[in-house]
């Protein structure tokens, strides 16, 4: 495909489905995409579309039903024939892609009926994508994958061919929604809203065929910049009148849109506080106007004071979403859904679970998670994300046998990796992210690393064992090794401040944004307790406000998002804190080093340009994470005296 990476979707995975005799039973636009897709696949390996028996495969809706979004689907295999039973277009075309995943497996031997449904009701990717090229930001917000995909130039791209494959990808991973515009809505994109909703309306007809519901980020102050009036007050029956109109005219150019996407009183942008209204009553307002044609509005939990007073030791930015939210929880309408960071900071590489997933009994929430690798080496790096959304998604804020985030959650969010870089993704290995993405949010309880050997089998379908062994050897631990070499025991932003890539400990210190971890000479880290701290732990419910209360309990790895403890605090593992941070810091580059060495190992294995791409990048994780590993070990020692007990070379 013009030089594109075809990603999870290479012409050679669908070899066992396009070599078969192939029924099609239901109509409608999304059952002409499948259609689309099996020709295409027979007419490449020797199949064919037939009208009746006898056939290999039946794709089938309901007789006579009328058809809708419905995602649920059976696969079953007896007589010798598969047949993929959908109740709706969505689900017949996620049962066909999961033909496709089994393989051959689909048409040998029996399949047990096997039904696939959701966990979620809306898998969604967020782009944080400028339509003007933002002077500070770029054109992608935190992309590290190219321009946007959708515009350039301060314009809709005409590309569409290209968003069409996106759609495609996006759909056989499981996603359903895209948000095609940056939460930080700048003036020339807050124009999508009125305006300029035609070029909107031009991306949500490549993304439609498949099964793809189009979102917007829209500012909270539009009834004031776009429509002159005096104010954006939520009570006003003018400003309500004003949205009413202009949703209107948007379900007039996209009759499917999903909804609005706002961050509101968070970081500068404006929001209710302005009018001296809560976030429910601003969240209400749009929520009520999407009401009557079935939209939602994703109201972002992500507020916190960022011109905080670095001296002022009272405030944590921890505690904010709570502290805003928690009160207002069953205040919310029903097509409003808080959409909350899976930590109660920024997308740091170790945080807890945030405590606002677990005080939402009634409220509709999303979590949301970041694919853009903006504190986890954006895309330059090695950093599979799975094994750390499987932890926020499996955890449990009643412990014992309450529910686990993934189970109260309505929808899953993921700030998107992608870009118009022909990897998609940059660092090629990220497209693991994304599609793993995909299908955590479909189901959150699943296994990460099964997850990744369906990607694998899908994205290298002829690979020999050696090359899936390779890139489990390079994938599975990653996340794991970039915390080795980054930031120590949940202790955050140790970056470059601005464009967060690459060490600086202190870069964050004495800043706004009440990011700090407090290190002296005696010692590290924020208490956060509330016998002593800002009281953080006690927003949790039991057994997890005890367990990270205490120094005793709290798991190793977050012990300095909760504690300041001397540099010789002994750990749950055995070792001191400082020995402790020399020793992950040189284990890090030791296994980065080794994921490079295994890397090189895979030269011959995969299209050359693939291998090396990432040989390349390779060269400056290992450069960086060597930097990660002498900037800090050298703070740590210069801050403590404490030399390390195996007198490795720290400057
Ligand atoms: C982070 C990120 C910003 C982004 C913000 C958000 O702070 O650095 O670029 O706008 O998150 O989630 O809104």
Redesign the pocket.
């Given at each position: 495909m013009n030089g594109i990476d075809p990603g999870w979707l290479p012409p050679e995975a669908f070899r066992p489905l396009g070599a078969r005799r192939v029924l099609i039973a239901g109509s409608g636009p999304l059952v002409d995409t499948v259609r689309r897709e099996v020709s295409d696949a027979c007419a490449r390996f020797g199949g064919e579309i037939v009208r009746d028996g006898p056939y290999d495969l039946l794709l089938r809706l309901p007789d006579g039903e009328p058809v809708g979004d419905e995602e649920e689907f059976t696969v079953a295999r007896e007589g010798g024939a598969t047949t993929v039973t959908a109740l709706g277009g969505r689900g017949l075309l996620y049962g066909l892609f999961q033909v496709v995943r089994l393989g051959e497996e689909a048409f040998s031997g029996a399949l047990p009926r096997e039904v696939h449904r959701p966990a979620t009701a809306l898998r969604m990717l967020d782009h944080?994508d400028n339509v003007a090229v933002h002077p500070v930001?770029g054109q992608v917000?935190?992309g590290y994958a190219g321009g946007s995909l959708f515009w350039r130039d301060g314009r809709a791209r005409e590309d569409f061919a290209r968003i069409r494959a996106y759609a495609r990808l996006l759909a056989a991973c499981g996603i359903n929604a895209v948000c095609v515009n940056n939460?930080?809505v700048h003036a020339v994109e807050a124009e999508l809203l009125t305006d300029r909703i035609g070029e909107v309306a031009a991306i949500a007809a490549e993304l439609r065929p498949y099964g793809i519901r189009t979102h917007l980020s829209v500012t909270f102050a539009a009834p004031v910049v776009l429509g002159g009036l005096s104010t954006a007050d939520p009570l006003q029956e003018a400003v309500r009148q004003w949205w009413a109109r202009a949703v209107h005219g948007v379900y007039e150019a996209i009759p499917d849109f999903g909804g609005f996407v706002v961050?509101a009183d968070?970081?500068g942008r404006p929001g209710p506080f302005t009018y001296g209204r809560s976030h429910a009553d601003g969240a209400n307002l749009l929520a009520g106007a999407l009401a009557p044609y079935g939209g939602t509005v994703h109201w972002?939990a992500?507020v916190y004071d960022h011109r905080q007073d670095w001296r002022d030791r009272t405030t944590d930015r921890a505690r904010a979403a709570y502290d805003h939210f928690a009160p207002l929880d069953g205040e919310f309408a029903g097509n409003a859904v808080l959409q909350v960071?899976h930590g109660p900071m920024?997308?740091q590489v170790r945080e807890p679970v945030s405590p606002v997933l677990g005080a939402l009994s009634r409220t509709r929430s999303a979590v949301e998670v970041q694919a853009t690798q903006?504190y986890t080496g954006q895309q330059r790096h090695v950093c599979w994300l799975g094994p750390m959304w499987s932890e926020v998604l499996r955890f449990r804020p009643e412990g014992g046998a309450g529910p686990t985030v993934g189970e109260s959650a309505r929808d899953l969010v993921a700030?998107s990796n992608v870009g118009d870089d022909p990897f998609w993704t940059g660092h090629p290995l990220a497209q693991a992210n994304l599609y793993t993405f995909g299908r955590l949010a479909w189901r959150p309880d699943a296994d990460p690393y099964r997850v990744l050997d369906e990607w694998i089998g899908l994205t290298f379908p002829s690979a020999p064992e050696r090359l899936a062994d390779g890139l489990h050897a390079v994938l599975d631990g990653s996340w794991r090794t970039y915390e080795k070499y980054t930031a120590p025991l949940g202790v955050g932003f140790m970056v470059q401040p601005g464009h967060?890539y690459g060490p600086s400990v202190d870069g964050y210190e004495y800043s706004p944004w009440g990011t700090y971890h407090f290190a002296d000479r005696d010692g590290v880290g924020v208490d956060r307790t509330a016998a002593t701290g800002t009281g953080y732990a006690a927003q949790y419910a039991k057994p997890w406000a005890e367990v990270y209360e205490s120094v005793a309990s709290c798991p190793d790895e977050l012990l300095l998002f909760f504690h300041h403890v001397p540099y010789g605090h002994v750990l749950r593992s055995g070792k001191t804190v400082i020995q402790h941070i020399y020793d992950t810091r040189f284990e890090g580059v030791e296994e980065a080093e080794e994921a490079r060495r295994v890397w090189a190992g895979l030269a011959g294995l995969m299209a050359p340009a693939r291998h090396e791409r990432v040989a390349e990048l390779f060269e400056e994780q290992v450069r960086s994470a060597r930097e990660w590993r002498d900037q800090l070990n050298s703070y740590f020692l210069r801050k403590s005296g404490v030399p390390d007990a195996h007198g490795r070379t720290i400057y």
């Open positions: 944080w930001m917000e935190r939460v930080n961050k968070s970081e972002r992500f960071k920024d997308f903006e700030v967060h």
